[in-house]
């Protein structure tokens, strides 16, 4: 739960996903949710999965100015969450928009809405898990208006299948539809351009990328959205870059789900993100 300076960057971490009710028991307090946003990557495996031609993406992701930088690894076993050594991929951060450390209810109460799933808070850490009965990825969602953004999300697998980052708009009709996704997984990290909700979702690969991640280790996500353009890196090096025209729209909001049980989460940060 820290904010970290990198030259004259500034970034910090974008975790969390959990609404607590205002005076309800916190530590410790477990709560299951009943209402939220469709997760896109059910159980049952609805919804299609479209692959794009990659050769319409660009053609240049590397970072030749950052392939020579030393990065000290981070101590992940502590029992607080490692500082991130992130820099974003597609600009740089402006205003910044929204912190959640965990720290205290009504905090968590202000910047998080619980949707499915079970939560619970306590000793400065907010932990998700779906509820099999479900049929549905725990989530919880952050409400705020925004178009090019950089969210970074301090986590830990305790056995879930993975997390995701889902970022949603209101369509033409003032529904809610999904625009784009971040999904992590403990071998796979990919960012997808999505349409519909629900049932009418379709979720179209942009870029993926192999990846090795262990329960009960702390990893920092950071994920960009500026323009058509989308990014994800995680502080083990590993990274992926697309572009799509539906990721270029205002968006509403942007929601945090667990696969299976459980993840945990240390810190989320959001931020403005000034393009290159």
Known sequence: MRTVVLGSLTFAALVGCTSVTKGAPVDGATRSGDDGIEALARPDGSGADVRLDRTTAEPDMARPDLASREVVPPDRTGGDSPP????????????????????????????????????????????????????????????????????????????????????????????????????????????????????TTVNRLMADTRVSLQNGLWYTLLVEVSGKQMAAQLDTGASVRGMDDVVDVDKESFTLDVGGSTASFDEVVMWTLVPR
């Open 84 to 199: 991130s050594t992130l820099a974003p991929l597609l600009g740089r951060t402006g205003a910044l928009l929204m912190r959640e450390p965990f720290d205290v209810a009504a905090s968590y109460a202000r910047n998080f809405n619980e949707g499915k799933g079970m939560w619970t808070l306590a000793d400065g850490r907010l932990t998700g898990a779906s509820i099999p009965a479900d049929q549905h990825d725990a989530g919880v969602s952050h409400l705020g208006r925004h178009h090019d953004a950089a969210i970074q999300v301090v986590f830990r697998f305790d056995g879930a299948k993975q997390i995701k980052v889902n970022f949603i708009k209101r369509n033409a009709v003032n529904e809610r539809e999904h625009v784009s996704q971040v999904r992590v997984s403990s071998t796979t990290l990919a960012i997808y351009a999505q349409t519909g909700i629900g049932p």
